[in-house]
């Protein structure tokens, strides 16, 4: 089982002023067929690009066993749910982060795309939980995915990533399987038609 000290990897991303300012701009990395580096290979990376620092987001098709009723005991309303904690990423693997999606913008949020933010008001997430249906329109990640400045713009360059248009429903209501030959498959038709 995965011990899980609770820290907000978001919080030390992103100060609040940066989460007042920011703005929905959020990408799909999908990897490549020829990425081979273990941590990554045929995973979807949600993305945004914080006004500063380097791009960074989290794994979206990468489940794990461990349910959230066993992370998160103290709350009723997840016993009994199949809910699980999902892998963002190698980057600060005691940190928690909190994918929403709402209509109205949460506190201490970083707007990722329409309706969907990271947040990390740990108050606002405890009534979100204390909801008769408490995981809707939420997924919760361990670690999170990162990367320098020019970085992510080098592995680009060598072909790692396809970058594809991001969207709520493929984070939230698709098959997590499904999810990374869709996308690879969107991506290759796509290049293959700009090739010609």
Known sequence: MIRITMLLA?????????????????????????LKE?????????????????????IIN?????????????????????????????????????????????????????????VSDLDWID???RRPEPTR??????????WAPGQLQMELERGGWHVVPADAETVFDKDPARIWPDLIERASTKRALLAH
């Not at 959230?68 to 005691?94: A, C, I, M, W």
């Open 62 to 118: 990468r489940p794990l066993a461990q349910r959230l009723s066993e992370v998160f005991t103290e709350y009723e309303t997840l016993k009994n749910r199949k809910d699980v904690l999902h892998f963002g990423g190698p980057v600060q693997r005691d940190g928690l982060v909190f994918l929403v999606r709402t209509t109205e913008p949460p506190p201490r949020a970083v707007p990722v795309l329409k309706d969907v933010y990271f």
């Open 10 to 34: 978001l919080a030390a991303l992103v100060a609040p002023a940066d989460a007042a300012e920011g703005v929905a701009n959020a990408i799909f990395l999908v990897a490549s067929s020829e």
């Open 127 to 129: 009534g979100l939980f």
């Open 38 to 58: 273990r941590t990554f290979s045929e995973t979807v990376v949600l993305v945004t690009q914080p006004p500063r620092g380097g791009p960074w987001g989290v």
């Open 137 to 146: 329109g939420v997924r919760v990640y361990y670690g999170h995915s990162g």
